[in-house]
């Protein structure tokens, strides 16, 4: 079992950084594939970022690529999405998400590839 909680979100101006981390307990997290979504208001949640268990391979939405980095740091047992020349359009709830499954081609965009989900960190970016 594992329980992700989410923070470091907050209200940046346009053009701006914030840095989002993903905490979270029991061991057995540094052996999942892990990902970030997001979901605005009115809108579907949507795949942003994900990370395998080693975390020698990335995976990101064309929306936020060159802008965002997904991390993860084993020994802290924590991940994290460096955000980079925010937009408005970025203003979301941040979701960090964990598989106990190894994940594969299609697979890593999905809500459902993932078995455990954090509560999630408000974004918000002013124009």
């Known amino acids: 079992q594992v329980q992700l909680v989410e923070s470091g979100g907050g209200l940046v101006q346009a053009g701006g950084s914030l840095i989002l981390s993903c905490a979270a307990s029991g061991r057995t997290f540094s052996s999942y594939d892990a990902g970030w979504f997001r979901q605005a208001p009115g809108k579907e949640r949507e795949f942003v970022a994900a990370?395998?268990?080693?975390?020698?391979?990335?995976y990101y939405a064309d929306s936020v690529k060159g802008r965002f980095t997904i991390s993860r740091d084993s020994a802290k047992n924590t991940m994290y999405l460096q955000m980079n020349s925010l937009k408005p359009e970025d203003t979301a709830v941040y979701y960090c998400?964990?598989?106990?499954?190894?994940?594969?081609?299609?697979?890593?965009?999905?809500?459902?590839?993932?078995?455990?989900w954090g509560r999630g960190t408000q974004v918000t970016v002013s124009s």
């Open positions: 998400a964990a598989s106990a499954s190894r994940l594969y081609g299609s697979r890593w965009l999905g809500l459902d590839s993932y078995n455990y």
């Open positions: 990370i395998n268990w080693s975390g020698g391979t990335t």
